[in-house]
């Protein structure tokens, strides 16, 4: 699987039902029905933890152009990505309406409207809607799309620049929490100058890292200090009676949430999915004989009625097909507990339960206890997906000396820190020298030499093969 990752992922997402690429537009893909719930489950962790201080909103998708084109380094950034909608019916349209590749320029004339004094700050809104970018780079499903399907995006302003600093991390705090749920670990950076999003003063940006050593941005927070608040007029009457332009920034996840999570927990026999997004969280496989299988069924029944009623999500699998296969379907989809029930186990008042994170077969009583038992195995599992996602990152992050290290280092799957002095040309010659992007800043230093210039580095950087 580490060796053909893009295969095995791209084959994966067929055969566990997650999306059909078959769709015959380039970069759009169709959610099917197993995949649409992994989305719904995963989107109402981050919604929840958005709804905590956010306002939901919901803006219209077509932008106009004259919005579209007033901040002018925004606009160069996502110039060649957007999709133009240029007549209605027969008719060309006096201006031309962009389906909006991300939604500043939607959201924040609005804002200008909305913000009059220092009372209406700080505004905290967000959106999930789905976004176009018509992405020249190779697309791959969920990975790079050219509709995004899940972009949620949260947009604040605040009074002051101290203000919108705390809200950055704030956003990483969150953004951990997610991420932690769903036990994908990360790496926190702080994008170089020419990586950061156009318009933004800085962007802080999660990358996970994938089997195959690749990293996946999967998630990005922007301070946009006061370029956007200049463009669009968003000024506020502060205490002291004067007109100041607000302090705002942005953040966004993506559908390649989805893709991290099924890529980093994922193995040779399928998905392995953390219980707190898997579509069923137990699935209870009936081993049937002719002989009492309606005795057999009617229990199996019963341990799905109480597990449901202590808030699992559980399904029944009584398709007339070989035990065998049922297992191996549900090993691909990644329920993480199977529970096996058979005439003898119905005899011993027990069901044999098997956990998709390892091997083992373990006998639970039909009792009282049941679901505690059950809930206690999918914390466990839960737990141990994300341990061994971790151990993993902690393995493929390496540190070099010498910029001649670092191709090995990439090469075998590794991410590596590196001291770097900070200069910009510095960071191209980098990049160029091992042909690998410098994913940005991990934390400031006053020790060590730059690993290319030899000057005093200022930083520990990030370098990786990225998506
Ligand atoms: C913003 N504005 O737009 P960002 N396919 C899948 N995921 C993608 C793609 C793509 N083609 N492009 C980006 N992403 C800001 C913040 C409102 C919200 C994902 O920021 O352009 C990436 O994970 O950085 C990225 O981190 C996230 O969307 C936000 O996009």
Not at 43 to 48: A, E, P, T, V
Not at 187 to 193: D, G, Q, V, W, Y
Not at 337 to 363: S, V
């Amino acid at each position: 699987m580490v060796e053909n990752f893009d295969e095995w992922f791209h084959d994966i997402l067929e055969q566990a039902d997650i999306t059909d690429s078959r769709y015959p537009i380039k970069g759009m893909a169709v959610w099917r029905p197993y995949g649409f719930q992994i989305r719904k489950h995963s989107m109402n962790i981050i919604k929840n933890l958005l709804d905590k201080d956010h306002d939901e909103v919901l803006f219209p998708m077509l932008v106009p152009e004259s919005e579209l084109a007033k901040e002018g380094i925004h606009v160069k950034g996502f110039e060649d990505e957007v999709y133009w909608v240029t007549r209605g019916g027969q008719r060309e349209l006096n201006e031309q309406l962009a389906l909006r590749p991300t939604s500043e320029t939607a959201i924040y004339p609005m804002y200008s409207l909305w913000i009059r004094t220092h009372i209406d700050l700080p505004i905290k809104m967000y959106q999930i809607v789905n976004t176009f970018r018509y992405e020249t780079k190779h697309t791959r499903p969920l990975i790079r799309v050219r509709e995004i399907t899940t972009f949620k995006e949260a947009h604040t302003a605040h009074a002051t620049k101290e203000e919108s600093d705390e809200q950055i991390q704030d956003f990483i705090e969150m953004y951990k929490e997610f991420f932690d749920d769903l036990g994908i670990p990360y790496l926190i950076s702080k994008r170089p100058e020419w990586d950061k999003f156009p318009g933004s003063d800085y962007t802080m940006a999660f990358d996970a890292i994938m089997p195959n050593g690749k990293t996946l941005q999967i998630g990005t927070i922007h301070n946009l200090g006061q370029t956007f608040a200049k463009t669009f007029e968003i000024t506020f009457e502060d205490k002291d009676g004067e007109h100041k332009y607000v302090y705002q920034t942005c953040a966004g996840v993506s559908d390649r949430v989805i893709a991290s999570l099924i890529g980093i927990h994922g193995d040779d026999k399928g998905l392995r999915l953390p219980p707190k997004v898997s579509p069923n969280q137990v699935t209870i496989i009936p081993i049937l004989f002719k002989k009492g299988k309606e005795e057999v069924l009617a229990k199996c029944a019963e341990i799905k009625e109480t597990l449901e009623a202590n808030g699992l999500r559980v399904n029944i699998d009584d398709r007339d097909i070989r035990p065998g296969k049922k297992f191996n379907d549900w090993e691909l989809k990644g329920t993480p507990i199977k529970l096996e029930l058979g005439p003898r186990d119905l005899e011993n008042n027990i069901t044999i339960a098997m956990r998709r994170d390892e091997e083992e077969k373990i006998e639970i009583p039909l009792d009282d206890n049941l679901s505690d038992a059950i809930i206690d195995l999918l914390d466990k599992s839960g737990e141990s997906l994300s341990a061994q996602a971790w151990d993993f990152l902690e393995e493929h992050v390496k540190f070099a000396d010498t910029l001649e290290e670092i191709p090995e280092l990439v090469e075998s799957g590794n991410v590596v820190k590196f001291y770097w002095c900070g200069d910009e040309e510095v960071g191209h010659e980098i990049e160029e020298k091992t042909g690998y992007d410098v994913l940005g800043i991990q934390e400031e230093v006053s020790e060590g030499k730059c690993i290319a210039s030899g000057k005093d580095a200022k930083y520990v950087a990030l370098i990786a093969k990225t998506y």
